[in-house]
């Protein structure tokens, strides 16, 4: 007789069937090594193709050859000495694992495939790429993936500039040119382009449609455009308009400029002071040796957030206690009072404590920058202050503010801080606002 009656629905004790079924095909079907296909030494590519990795995402790894478990203790080791984190050391260490397993070491990975393993295996997060690719670079062992012609603001502008009539944009694109290929100053910026075009869309866009060359715009036509706006967007638009036409009558496009004479007056808010109770405790907020050592330079002597990006290792007098602080109308040298001098030995120590191999020789280094010769992000110590609940720029305010109460005289703020004349008259006429006079633009 079958153990199994189907008319009593009899079973015999034990497991389920489910759960025996389940336990059965997990006994059946273990999880799989996926192992790479042996590579001769010194084989080349036949063909270039694009890897797929995301069979590696839940797959268990082999064990690396000799080669890469070499590689991988010499990383580990670069890693540790250069203070990585935990997490972001496991994470590129993976990365690499696969790399060297399936590739070898024979020839230089491609950076398309190490990004696309970091995809694949989900630590795109934590595997610090531009670190990882640095180790790599120094022993020869990265072929960089291929930068586009141009970056992607000088595409969008050519696309803008594409976008018009013909004529007007064989006008566009010379102004564009004639910026960008100065030979009295340095070359105007492709973002300052891209931003001029979106600030004369409009009239643009307007002109278009009505006239087939910017030779047909008259002055009346710049004046109702500009006055068509108000407060800021006037200026910036007068701006943008000025910068087009002038550029294409020194071209010798146009016979007249019809921007000659615009002005357009903006009401700029005098400089505003900080609540004290937002000053008090101001280093106590963190314990972070750089951010306090910045905290410091802003709020004593009014450094800016490029000022702070652009000082490096050698601005630092130690002996003087001075700083050097080089900005493009020319340099202006800090005096550190007692706080500020002993917050930048302490951030020394530190900086040669945390990061002792970098070849950074900027003063303010991060865990991005330490890799590389070049400075923090520009909006670094701007995002830093407003997570604390500050501005960089109100704190460099209200100290200038600070200085011109107690003084008057335009030449001491221009002495202690390194401002232009112009912006210390507006300091002092925010101080003193009794005083008559028309202040400086």
Known sequence: MDRHDARTNFRPPGRKPAQAAAK???????????????????????????????????AALPEPPPEAARLLAAFDAHARAHAWTGDARKAAAHVLRIAATWLGTDTPFKE?????????????????????NAFLSERDLLLPQPRPAISSVEAFVEHVIAGYPPRIADELAAWARR??????????????????????????????RRYQTLRQVTADDVHAAVTAVKGDRAHERAVALR????????????FTDPTRGLSVTRNEPPPATLPPDRLAGLLD????????????????HALNGTDLNRLTLDDVIAARAQLLVRRPHGRHTVH???VTHRLLHTWLRYRHQRWPRTANPHLFVTHQTVIHTGPASPNYFPATFQRLGIT???????????????????????RVFGISIATAMKYVHAAHPHRAGVVPR
């Open 243 to 254: 910068s087009i036409f002038r550029a294409l009558k020194q071209a010798k496009i146009i």
């Open 285 to 300: 907020i963190t314990d972070r040796p750089a951010i306090r050592l910045a905290l410091a330079l802003v709020t004593l």
């Open 392 to 414: 960089l720029n109100g704190l460099r305010t209200d100290r200038i503010l600070d200085e011109a109460r107690d003084t008057a005289d335009p030449v001491h703020l221009v």
């Open 179 to 208: 910026l960008r290929s100065h030979s009295d100053r340095p070359p105007t910026e492709w973002h300052t382009l891209r931003r001029y075009l979106n600030y004369a869309k409009g009239p643009l866009a307007d002109w278009a």
């Open 112 to 132: 398309s495939d190490l990004r696309a393993i970091r995809a694949a295996t989900g630590r795109g997060s934590q595997c610090r790429p531009r670190a990882l």
């Open 336 to 338: 550190l009072d007692d």
């Open 24 to 58: 059965a095909g997990k006994q059946a079907h273990p999880r799989q090594v996926v192992a790479p296909d042996p590579v001769p030494r010194g084989q080349q590519e036949l063909f270039p193709a694009e890897h797929d990795w995301s069979a590696l995402h839940r």
